[in-house]
């Protein structure tokens, strides 16, 4: 049973314009959920973070919103830009589990020039 | 700060052999954690760990045992090779300062190939 879920395998997007990525969660224990890029051969760099208590976070072109009743999340980059092209995963951890963080499947996404 | 590291970048094993994937990091980090990386299943949680000497079980963590001795080092091993543990490996390690959850910095991952 996936506790997180990224439901789409990829997502193209025209440079300039604004990219959406989706992550739903089950696990209503969790209260932090961040969002990673990784590029091929490469270990996941951390992009942005969001904490149960917000519903919104915004770090210059990416923002991600939280809807807590409907236990979904999205990351916003706006504009896209061609280095953006890479995969995206989303993961969500719960103090209440020792912090244990779970990982979508992630989401390649391919910004055309 | 030279991170996260991990060795061996790559290896090859034969069923039924064992060995040992060490991860390192030098930022003092209390939490570590181990994910297998395989397509279609993103990220999926091995073992992980608050301080030394204490680990527990993440998502997949049959074939898998982890040890912290050391608030640095975090081995993986494999006790009994298959063909399914066929994978990339990431070590990972984030602070638990003032009892909060950060980001976790990943090493640049193993890629295992068991024949």
Redesign the interface.
Known sequence: DQQVKQNSPSLSVQEGRISILNCDYTNSMFDYFLWYKKYPAEGPTFLISISSIKDKNEDGRFTVFLNKSAKHLSLHIVPSQPGDSAVYFCAASARTGGFKTIFGAGTRLFVKA | NAG?TQTPKFQVLKTGQSMTLQCAQDMNHE?M?W?RQDP??????IH?S?GAGIT?Q??VPNGYNVSRSTTEDFPLRLLSAAPSQTSVY?C?S?S?KAG??H???????TRLTVT
Do not use: K
């Not at chain 2, 976790?104 to 991952?109: D, I, S």
């Open positions: 996260v939490y954690s994910y279609g299943m993103g990220l999926r949680l992980y608050v527990d993440g998502e990431f990972a984030s638990l909060g959850f980001e976790q910095y990943f090493g640049p991952g």
